[in-house]
């Protein structure tokens, strides 16, 4: 559980994450990721990424590692910045694909999602699947089947979204193994406060395959506001 505060005056973001490794659930893994960058008017980024190909824990934590550091550094607009951010774990994707056989490629899905305030930017590309709930409305975000994973192809082109939120919405970037539950199961879960919700998403999320969870909640009290 981690209570996530970019800045004093910022009402509190409640952010959860499990990772299902081997069929059984643990707080933490390899597949999540936070950063914040100050410059860019206190915004704060949330990843999740999924291995496509031969690509090891080692290979995801050094460019989730490049990811991190870029955002840190971004001080433009937010859709600037998370494109800036991807090229940059593309092309160290694609250094270690050119000197790897055809067969042993390496890409990684991502779902990476930038908050500054209510101000909120999806971009998804590769295997990819976020959750959105907004009041009374639910959606499922899933990348186009035409959009490769990083490192697959040389220019980044992700399906970006902007959002709205409020007070009590909440967002989920998950491992597209997820996907094979019903949005009913994933909109109740979601209903719920974050820590059930997360008890729930856990029940749903256990099985064969390997999946990484990160729930974000927006405080249902006191929004935060936009540093200008």
């Known amino acids: 559980m981690l209570e996530y505060v970019a800045d004093m005056e910022l009402a509190t973001l409640q952010i959860r994450e499990f990772h299902v490794l081997s069929g059984e659930v643990r707080p933490s893994g390899p597949y999540i990721s936070t950063a914040y ?4 008017g206190h915004a704060s980024a949330f990843v999740v990424v999924e291995p ?20 840190q550094r971004q001080n433009l607009s937010l859709t600037g910045a998370i494109l800036r951010c991807l090229q940059a774990m ?39 699947l976020a959750y959105m709930k907004t009041g009374a409305t639910f959606r499922r975000f899933i990348s186009d089947s035409d959009k490769p994973p ?6 980044v082109d992700p399906v970006l979204s902007r959002h709205t939120l409020t007070a009590g919405d909440v967002v989920v970037l998950a491992s ?50 936009r540093f200008e």
Request: glycine share 8%; charged share 20%.
């Open 150 to 155: 990083l490192g697959f192809v040389d220019a």
């Open 52 to 71: 496509v190909g031969t690509a090891d824990d080692a290979l995801v934590e050094q460019a989730i590692d490049v990811l991190t550091r870029s955002f």
């Open 90 to 128: 593309q092309d160290g994707l694609l250094d270690w694909n050119r000197v790897s056989l055809r067969d042993q490629r390496a890409g990684l899905g991502v779902s990476c999602l930038v908050v500054r305030g209510s101000e909120a930017y999806l971009a998804q590309t590769g295997p990819a």
């Open 37 to 40: 960058a100050k410059e860019l």
């Open 176 to 225: 597209s193994s997820l996907s094979y539950r019903g949005n009913d199961e994933i909109s109740t879960a979601l209903s719920l406060p974050p820590d059930e919700a997360m008890h729930r998403l856990q029940t749903l999320a256990v099985g064969p395959s390997p999946c990484a969870v990160l729930l974000i909640a927006m405080p249902t009290s006191q929004l935060p506001r």
